[in-house]
């Protein structure tokens, strides 16, 4: 059923709305009805007419190239072994492909359906798409997927909009290629209407590069809170410039959201159904697997001036190939490990075959440098998926897969604008999990198909990393000044060091400071391998709090990307001398305070001819860093012994006074009234005395 408000009906005649049609649950879809209503008073209803709503129709040919069907699941526990394809427009008008083998079976045929259709879009019926398996020698056929595929907005070039397929003023009106990925909404008759996922077009913002690295969040929580990026400051200098070189293109999204000439779609085949009503509905509807192929829409009377069907035996008669993918880095994946970091491997799937690399293990990072081509033999078309997936290692338990993509190689293959490329370019592609809606990070990879000649002949790009040197970054945190308070007169500071992968580091505490200044003398120190690709140093002032969660109060993002550049090109140490940093809060306008710091980048060998320990700690060498000269009233208020003797700095002389009263009132007195009489008798002289 479906409801329509009479309150919102017109006493004219309207086009006609596609209307959704439900048991219970107004939610649950379970199909649609094309109707249009009029309002009209009773007593005029005899002098309206009623309006002819037949439409125009015209003899048209819907053309299905039929690849194949791809990823079938099983069936009531049987594989699907040999499924066809059987179409319809609106129910009435048939056909249907052979039977391929396995559930990643190739049709490789065109077949046709003749009908006459309406010249309106609004009418035109729909293309059923319904998958069965032949099986025990044909007694028995079990439909095993079927998809809802709209006429209208093929006609229309609605899907094929969608892809981008359509230029500014090309011709729409008859034929487009159909809703590949991402897919078209898609629906089983009898059953809720379902959208497939959809990964949008929009390009992939490039969290990272080979050269300038990606702002990482670094935020390690302080008791439980966290402080939001701020701006970044360059320090120490701009990166050295490079001489130019030629370098592969670089995308940085998906590739085939930019290839606009992908000759197939995939539409998604679902199978269940859905029962009762209300609350008491239940639905077993759920993706079965894919059929791939292309579906034109002609005018019969213009057929003449369109492209001849395609002859897919010839174009896609199964070939052996060779896929190389060239993995150079996975790049800000989610961390797995209690730590807040991971340890990634990667594993490869194509068909039935696997690569897992998991020996070349990468411990304890979120940026893992990768560096492989993994080589793998297929037959296209047929296993046309590339499943590139990340893995976490795990000693003592199961490891756990990060996230994955996957690459269409038939897309790829059969598109000759990706074959005009001379140079596959690096694609940035986003890990997804099939339990998170969210990024699970980036992978940095191309990807090249060849035949086995081509491949024999061609020896694989040798993508090997840089040379790692090691250097020690060493950070001395001198002073604060003009420290915001938060909710008091006194603020007590303290400051923190963050560098990715890296312990955090943190000073002692300056207690109660009244005007914002803090002083500290605080070494810092990590080492560093570069080349680096978060060259980032984050460094943070916090209030302490006895009883409660501490407070970040502001900090400074700083790109040592110039410094890094500089050590590793000239192969020495680098020296940022003392100076002001202004902080920042990303909810508070304005400075939020400054913070005096050195930086320096020592070589491996001379960080072990000056050595330097961390904090004021021995070696306190190379500077050495004295205590600070903090006021006496910066101490920990749980310090009763510092409590006491700053009192008693604080109020010495109110005692001094005090006794000294004491001793005026207890011997001067008596003297003087002594004095004032002239002779003491004997019992005033024993109480004197």
């Not at 595929?149 to 230029?167: F, L, N, P, W």
């Not at 120490?236 to 590739?255: D, F, Q, S």
């Amino acid at each position: 059923r479906f409801t329509v408000p009479c309150n919102r009906l017109l006493d004219q005649y309207v086009d006609p709305t596609w209307y959704p049609l439900h048991m219970r649950d107004p939610a649950v879809t379970d199909g649609e009805v094309l109707a249009s209503f009029q309002l009209i008073p009773a007593e005029q209803a005899k002098n309206v007419p009623i309006p002819d709503i037949r439409p125009e129709l015209k003899n048209y040919v819907v053309e299905i190239s039929a690849v194949g069907v791809r990823k079938m699941l099983p069936y009531k526990w049987l594989k699907v072994s040999n499924p066809w394809t059987h179409f319809d427009v609106g129910g009435v008008e048939e056909a249907k492909t052979h039977a391929a083998r396995g559930p990643n079976g190739n049709f490789l045929e065109v077949v046709e359906v003749a009908a006459k259709m309406p010249t309106n879009p609004l009418y035109l019926p729909s293309l059923n798409i319904k998958v069965h398996d032949r099986r025990f020698g044909g007694a028995s056929n079990p439909m095993v997927g079927t998809c809802t595929v709209d006429i209208g907005d093929i006609i229309t070039g609605k899907d094929a909009a969608m892809r981008g397929q359509i230029q500014e003023g090309a011709t729409t009106s008859i034929t487009a290629a159909g809703p590949s990925t991402p897919r078209s909404p898609v629906s089983v008759p009898g059953t809720p209407h379902i959208e497939a996922a959809r990964r949008s077009s929009d390009k992939t913002p490039l969290l990272f590069d080979q050269d300038a690295g990606a702002h990482v969040s670094l935020h390690v929580s302080e008791m439980g809170r966290t402080l939001p990026d701020v701006s970044e400051t360059v320090i120490g200098g701009e990166e050295p410039e490079e001489e130019p070189k030629a370098e592969r293109p670089t995308v940085n999204h998906e590739l085939e959201n930019d290839l606009r000439d992908r000759p197939f779609s995939m539409y998604d085949l679902f199978r269940g159904r859905v029962r009762g009503g209300g609350r008491k509905t239940t639905s077993t509807t759920r993706l079965a697997g894919h059929f791939k192929g292309r579906v034109r829409v002609m005018d019969q009377s213009q057929r003449a001036k369109f492209a001849p069907p395609m002859n897919l035996k010839a174009i896609l008669q199964p070939t052996p190939w060779v896929i190389r993918a060239y993995v150079l880095r996975a790049q800000n994946i989610v961390p797995s490990d209690v730590g807040g970091s991971s340890d990634p491997y990667m594993i490869i799937k194509c068909g039935d075959k696997t690569i897992n690399d998991r020996q070349n293990v990468k411990k304890k990072t979120l940026n893992p440098a990768i560096f492989q081509c993994y080589e793998m033999e297929t037959v296209l078309p047929g296993d046309n998926e590339l499943v590139l997936q990340v893995w976490d290692w795990d000693r003592a338990s199961k490891d756990d897969m990060i996230g994955e993509t996957i690459i269409d190689l038939e897309d790829r293959l059969f598109s000759d604008e990706w074959k005009s490329m001379k140079r596959k370019p690096i694609e940035f592609r986003t890990l997804r999990s099939k339990t998170s809606h969210a990024s699970q990070g980036l992978l940095e990879m191309w990807l090249e198909i060849m035949t086995p000649e081509e491949a024999a002949r061609t020896p694989q790009e040798n993508i090997s990393p840089p040379a790692e040197e090691n250097f020690e970054l060493r950070v001395i945190v001198w002073n604060t000044k003009e420290v915001p308070f938060k909710d008091k007169k006194k603020v007590d500071v303290f400051c923190r060091g963050l560098l990715e992968n890296q312990e955090t580091q943190k000073t002692d505490v300056h207690w109660n400071s009244e005007d914002g200044q803090g002083f500290f003398n605080w070494r810092m120190k990590w080492p560093v391998i570069l080349p680096t690709q978060v060259p980032r140093l984050k460094l943070q002032v916090w209030d302490q709090d006895l009883l409660e969660s501490n407070d970040v109060i502001a900090e400074a993002n700083l790109s040592l990307k110039g410094v890094f550049k500089r050590a590793y090109k000239q192969k020495k140490s680098q020296t940022i001398p003392k100076g002001w940093l202004s902080m920042s809060h990303p909810n508070v306008p304005g400075p939020q305070g400054q913070i005096e710091v050195s930086i320096e980048l020592l070589t491996e060998e001379e960080a072990r001819l000056k050595p330097a320990g961390l904090g004021r700690g021995e070696p306190n060498s190379n500077p050495h860093l004295p205590p600070p000269p903090r006021p006496e009233t910066s101490f920990n208020p749980f310090r009763i012994d510092k409590l006491l003797m700053l009192k008693w700095k604080q109020n010495r002389w109110k005692v001094y006074l005090c006794l000294f009263i004491v001793i005026l009132i207890v011997v001067v007195v008596p003297i003087a009234n002594y004095l004032q009489g002239g002779m003491l008798h004997c019992e005033d002289m024993i109480w004197f005395l």
